[in-house]
Each structure stands twice: as structure tokens, then as C-alpha cells.
């Protein structure tokens, strides 16, 4: 299968219970998101939230079809002089793949670890995928049942969507 480059639709909305050093954080503080070495966006910086910002910031990210996660970081400062506060890893597989259409909203919370790996609050935040450039668009085959093996008698049936795809 051609590799596929898919565009992140990033929002990074708030974090809640940060703590600086175990105290509740009254400075300013941002969020960047780390895709790879080539995909990195940053919020702006909140000055008022203390230790619940609120940025509400969305960046457009490409994804590289060999990411398995993406980072996200809470900073303390502002961005000539900051400290990593908290980090959450987001797996990719969390809002790619399963039953929902590519371009589906996830709202998604992570819990975020200091550099001690201990629990330093949540971030939240949202992520669509924008655009799928297929450098080789598979041809699909939609399965026909007859009408005569789909009648099973009335009962609550569970369905699974399902293609066949010819490469």
C-alpha cells in the first residue's frame, strides 16, 4: 500500500490543575504540539488562567503515515524562557481508524506527567483529519446480499460497515 500524508486539524483548548513545583501555577503558560521533528505548532500564551488556561488555539499539522503518537506539552513562561510542566503522548490510533468518517471531531482529554513522571493536571483538546492524499486511490467493491438472506426474523441486529478493497 502507497504511503498516505494526512493534515491535522490540532485545537489545543485548556488545561486544568497545573501545579509548578507542587504549587498552583500564577504565571503564564502555552501548549505545544509535536508531531515529528518537521510538524510542531504552538498556542499563544495564556497570562490569565494560572493554573486552568484556556487557548482555544487550532494549528494545522501534517501526519506522516509512519507516527504512531503525537506530544503534547504545557510550558510555565513564555517562549524565550519557559519550563515543561506537563506531557502527554497522544496515540495516533485514538482518532484514526475505526468506524467514524476521517473527517470526524474527536474531543479528547489526556492526564499530563511532570518530568518526574508524576500526575500534573489534564489537557484537552480536539483533533479532525483535514485532507487524505492517496498516491495510489484504491479501487473499492460493495458486497450485494440478496434480499432473501438479510430478512432474519425481526429481532435488534448489530452492524459493522464493511468494504472490500481491490489494490
Do not use: C
Not at 505548532?41 to 504512531?68: C, E, H
Not at 492524499?133 to 458486497?143: A, E, I, L, Y
Amino acid at each position: 500500500m502507497a504511503p498516505i500524508s494526512r493534515t491535522l486539524e490540532i485545537t489545543v483548548i485548556s488545561a486544568e490543575d497545573l501545579h509548578r513545583r507542587r504549587k498552583s501555577m500564577k504565571k503564564k503558560s502555552f501548549a505545544t504540539v509535536k508531531i515529528d521533528s518537521q510538524n510542531l505548532g504552538s498556542t499563544q500564551i495564556d497570562d490569565r488562567g494560572g493554573s486552568y488556561p484556556f487557548w482555544n488555539n487550532k494549528m494545522a499539522l501534517n501526519l506522516p503515515s509512519n507516527v504512531s503518537f503525537m506530544t503534547v506539552y504545557v510550558h510555565s513562561g513564555n517562549f524565550s524562557r519557559n519550563e515543561i510542566v506537563g506531557t502527554a503522548n497522544v496515540p495516533v490510533s485514538d482518532f484514526l481508524g475505526g468506524f467514524v468518517p476521517e473527517s470526524y471531531l474527536h474531543f479528547l482529554s489526556y492526564r499530563l506527567r511532570d518530568v518526574r513522571g508524576e500526575r500534573n493536571g489534564i489537557v484537552n483538546i480536539s483533533v479532525r483529519v483535514l485532507a487524505s492524499d492517496h498516491t495510489s486511490t484504491p479501487q473499492t467493491r460493495k458486497v450485494q446480499i440478496p434480499a432473501e438472506k438479510t430478512n432474519f426474523g425481526g429481532g435488534v441486529a448489530i452492524g459493522i460497515p464493511m468494504e472490500f478493497i481491490e489494490y
